[in-house]
């Protein structure tokens, strides 16, 4: 598979899962919405100096944490769509699946907290947090993958043998896959900021559909990798998970 064929691949993924799954979809829009609120209440958006100031707000961290985990959960359904086929299958309870993923999203929820609550901001540890982050998001999705679909047989020792000999493909694919979102998701951040603030609300709400999207990338980027580093060690990461095939990619 070229990096193209993966690229259209996630997109097409993600589009229809946002067309089969309109209600999951907006779960993450609706917790972006959540935390530019929580923005806007501490004066986020009245000027560049406030901006700086409120960067490391208290309130603004503690939202920034809910909506690490409303961009994390929604692995398990789409993670489930794009392998199954299945809409109404998406978001089941599942066991194992379920709690399979529980163990993903308790493991994202501690980097999370480490980078939000215990590193210090100062920009060289942010560097390597950023460094640290993308290797092991390049490292693990083979093990999220199989957690949603309920595949005991994947923990992260195994994902990392699979996924380690296509780091280099698999960075190039997850980072190109975001930044066509990515840089929108900025340019929407600074008009709100400097914007006139006839344009606050218009640009945050643009800005939450826009992150809901880029979860679902962010997600099936993921699946993709893994599935072609999952095909060349030669697992199935659904194995045990029938299949519908209407959607399944």
């Given amino acids: 598979m070229t990096v ?69 959960i ?20 599942e066991m194992p699946a379920l709690w399979l993923f529980g163990g993903v999203v308790a493991f994202h929820t501690v980097i999370a907290a480490l980078q939000l609550f215990v590193l210090p901001q100062t920009l060289p540890v942010t560097l390597i947090a950023f460094a640290v982050g993308e290797v092991i998001g390049c490292l693990i999705p083979a093990w999220t993958v199989a957690a949603a679909l309920g595949n005991r047989a994947v923990g992260p020792r195994k994902s990392i043998a699979i996924m380690a000999p296509h780091m280099p493909w698999t960075f190039v694919v997850l980072l190109l896959s975001i930044v066509p979102l990515m840089i929108p998701h900025y340019l929407l951040g600074a008009a709100a900021l400097l914007a006139p ?14 992150v809901g999207w880029l979860s679902v990338v962010m997600v099936a980027g993921a699946y993709v990798t893994a599935r072609r580093a999952a095909q060349a060690y030669g697992v199935d990461l659904a194995a045990g998970a029938a299949r519908s095939g209407k959607y399944a990619l």
């Fill in 74 to 93: 929604p692995g398990y359904w789409v993670t489930r769509f794009l392998a199954l086929g299945d809409a109404r299958r998406a978001g089941a309870v």
């Fill in 197 to 210: 603030k006839l344009w606050l609300w218009p640009a945050l709400i643009v800005d939450a559909l826009l």
């Fill in 4 to 72: 193209w064929k993966a690229l259209t691949t996630t997109y097409r993924g993600s589009i229809a899962f946002m067309v089969a799954c309109p209600l999951l979809a907006l779960v993450p829009v609706v917790f972006e919405l959540l935390q530019h609120v929580v923005e806007v209440r501490i004066g986020l958006y009245d000027s560049i100096a406030a901006a700086k100031a409120s960067e490391h707000h208290p309130l603004r961290m503690a939202f920034g944490m809910v909506k690490v985990l409303s961009l994390i």
